[in-house]
């Protein structure tokens, strides 16, 4: 059974840096096709912020996070990075790992998850 844990969330400052891992074990990370992050805000729905495929050079990034996130994997040690650079008071939120077969921005398109990592940005 494959799990995923997130980690190095954290309290920042607006326009700090913060680097999330997501390590899977129970299955090989270059069995699963996409990895994803998404994130859930106070009263927010959960979305996604970026998507990375197998040996992908084209990842997605939602249009609130383009140019200061970067979504990356490293399979030989089984995880996955979110850097996140500039960050705002509105990427405070919980961030979840997940791992899906489908290349789409949706929960659905995801069937396992992390518990997530708390992300507070401060003023």
């Known amino acids: 059974q494959l799990t995923l844990v997130e980690s190095g969330g954290g309290l920042v400052q607006a326009g700090d840096s913060l680097r999330l891992s997501c390590t899977a074990s129970?299955?090989?990370?270059?069995?699963?096709?996409?990895m994803g992050w998404f994130r859930q805000g106070p009263g927010n729905q959960r979305e996604c912020v970026a998507m990375?495929?197998?040996?992908?050079?084209?990842?997605y990034y939602a249009e609130s996070v383009q140019g200061r996130f970067t979504v990356s994997r490293e399979d030989v040690k089984n995880t996955v990075y979110l850097q996140m650079n500039s960050l705002k008071l509105e990427d405070t939120a919980v961030y979840y790992c997940?791992?899906?077969?489908?290349?789409?921005?949706?929960?659905?398109?995801?069937?396992?998850w992390g518990q997530g990592t708390q992300v507070t940005v401060s003023a």
């Open positions: 129970g299955r090989s990370m270059s069995s699963l096709y996409v």
């Open positions: 990375i495929r197998m040996r992908d050079t084209n990842p």
């Open positions: 997940a791992a899906g077969p489908h290349f789409m921005a949706s929960q659905r398109a995801f069937d396992s």
